[in-house]
């Protein structure tokens, strides 16, 4: 896609139906206010719907404690003083700031030293081109067995490796981020996510069976068999859609990665050769504190490297890492002239990052006051509800689940917030009409993922909305959601064809966890 000098955009070839939409749905979304402005409108907005709901009375009762819950008025006497109480403390305590800085911190240090550089035209060089969506997609839905790093390191990483291969960066942030966020109930591995959804299931499904258990490996067969399709259905929207509606990539000189030479100097491979020293010792480390049963990186109450120190701060581990591998790079290579150079990479880094502050402190506030209000739980609740009034069949009620799950997503961003709302009311409904609890968890995992990338809700949506005017300056909010809406589309259709294959023919979800009981 081609901006001209008013900042409309063409097509570099017939745009197509699908074009043209996607283009309507980027001209509207760009034509709102600074993503800043827009947070801090639809804040304002919340405290004007918090005062009409709760003079009208709104309210829903909670499925599991059976407790009436009211909307909050935001503009009464008592929510003003919360307001101002907790306005610096929902910036401060906000889950994506602190990290996103310290990641970025690290990775900065890495970045600055041109160690990234030379690893990723390396890794382009080994690469086939034609496999390099696909890699770049899987090591996304991969990452979230790590929390959160892939959003705060693959997908800046994603978009440098696509410039070095001479593709747009912006399609390398787009595959990457479908493939972190809408792909994040999808593993080859079992995850912090898989146990505490089990846990969930388990105290919901114990309302009609107390005997039963939902493990962490009850959706194990099916997350493995999503993780190759989400890998795959990324992969063309990426290369059939994304890219055809992206402009050949012109950056200016300074944009990182451009260097199409792929010769070494002895002082960069001097410098590979050590941070690969500090690399082995790191993973000595690292698994000297996980390998014995009380190592260290574990939990030390149950010995359990899922809910352990290691997995809760994955994302220092690696910003640890990848300063001390950019620092031993940089003094090797000669980049790093002494420890002033290394604390300028730093602040070179926290420079760009200000975008990104700006727009958290009002999603912070936004975030914050409509968890205040009850309104995301009263709307969620309301759906569950509407739902479960509803028996169209095993499959279709899957199905419709899945849409609803999808729905709410777009409202309340927190997975394990919903489940712990919706998991009461449909995991002990489905159960008496035959429906196993790991089939209802996995139709809820699916809606609760495909949504991720198109809500500006989620708190990392800002995040990767801030990497992608790193690379395109006009881009807004309506230029990430256009450019993520094929994703979630293809996504919830061949995820929900997937699910079809799989109660259709009773396929098990995990050990011992059927479809139908």
């Not at 990452?143 to 410039?163: E, H, K, R, W």
């Not at 500006?456 to 006009?474: C, H, N």
């Amino acid at each position: 896609m081609i901006r001209d000098d008013n900042g409309a955009t063409t097509d570099t070839a017939a745009p197509g139906r699908l074009g043209r939409i996607l283009n309507a749905i980027e001209s509207a979304g760009n034509r709102l206010p600074h993503p800043a402005l827009l947070f801090a409108w639809m804040a304002i907005l919340v405290l004007i719907l918090s005062a009409v709901c709760a003079l009208f009375g709104v309210s829903a009762t909670h499925p599991v404690s059976g407790e009436r819950i009211d909307t909050v008025n935001l503009l009464s006497g008592e929510g003003i003083r919360r307001i101002l109480a907790g306005t610096v403390t929902n910036f401060t305590g906000f889950a994506p700031l602190g990290t996103v800085l310290v990641a970025m911190l690290g990775i900065g240090i890495a970045e600055r030293s041109g160690l990234l550089d030379v690893l990723l035209k390396r890794l382009v060089m080994a690469a086939p081109t034609s496999l390099l969506t696909f890699f770049v997609v899987l090591a996304g839905v991969l990452s979230s067995i790590a929390v959160d790093s892939g959003y705060v390191v693959l997908i800046p990483l994603a978009a440098l490796v696509f410039i070095a291969a001479g593709r747009h960066p912006v399609a390398g942030i787009a595959a990457a981020f479908a493939g972190v966020s809408a792909g994040f109930s999808a593993n080859l591995l079992i995850g912090p996510l898989d146990a505490l959804l089990a846990g969930l299931s388990t105290e919901a499904v114990r309302f009609v069976n107390p005997d039963y258990e939902v493990t962490a490996a009850g959706n194990w067969w099916f997350i493995i068999a999503s993780t190759f399709l989400i890998a795959v259905v990324v992969t063309l929207v990426t290369e059939f859609v994304t890219e055809r509606r992206l402009a050949p990539a012109e950056l200016p000189p300074e944009m990182p990665g451009q260097d199409d030479s792929s010769g070494e100097t002895d002082a960069e491979r001097r410098g590979l050769r050590g941070a690969g020293v500090v690399t082995l010792v790191t993973l000595a480390l690292i698994l000297a504190g996980l390998v014995p049963a009380d190592g260290v990186l574990r939990d030390p109450e149950t010995g359990s490297i899922l809910r352990s120190p290691f997995i809760n701060g994955i994302v220092v581990v690696i910003a640890l890492w990848a300063a001390l591998c950019g620092v031993v790079y940089g003094k090797l290579s000669g980049s790093f002239a002494d420890g002033g150079d290394v604390i300028r990479s730093m602040e070179r880094t926290m420079e760009t990052m200000a975008v990104y502050l700006v727009l958290m402190f009002f999603a912070a506030q936004f975030v914050a006051w409509f968890g205040w209000t009850n309104l995301g739980l009263i709307t969620a609740i309301g759906g569950s509800q509407l739902l479960a009034a509803i028996d169209p069949g095993t499959l279709p009620l899957l199905l419709i689940f899945v849409l609803l799950a999808a729905g709410i997503n777009l409202l309340i961003g927190s997975a394990s917030a919903k489940w712990a709302i919706m998991g009461p009311v449909f995991v002990p409904m489905l159960y008496l009409l035959g429906i196993s609890p790991e089939a209802t968890q996995m139709a809820y995992r699916i809606g609760d993922s495909v949504t991720n990338i198109i809500t500006p809700l989620m708190p990392y949506f800002a995040l990767v909305l801030a990497f992608t005017q790193q690379y395109d300056k006009r881009a807004g909010l309506g230029t990430l959601i256009a450019t993520m809406i094929p994703y979630s589309i293809a996504l919830l259709l061949a995820w929900s064809a997937l699910l079809t294959v799989w109660v259709t023919f009773d396929l098990p979800l995990g050990p011992g966890a059927p479809i139908s009981l």
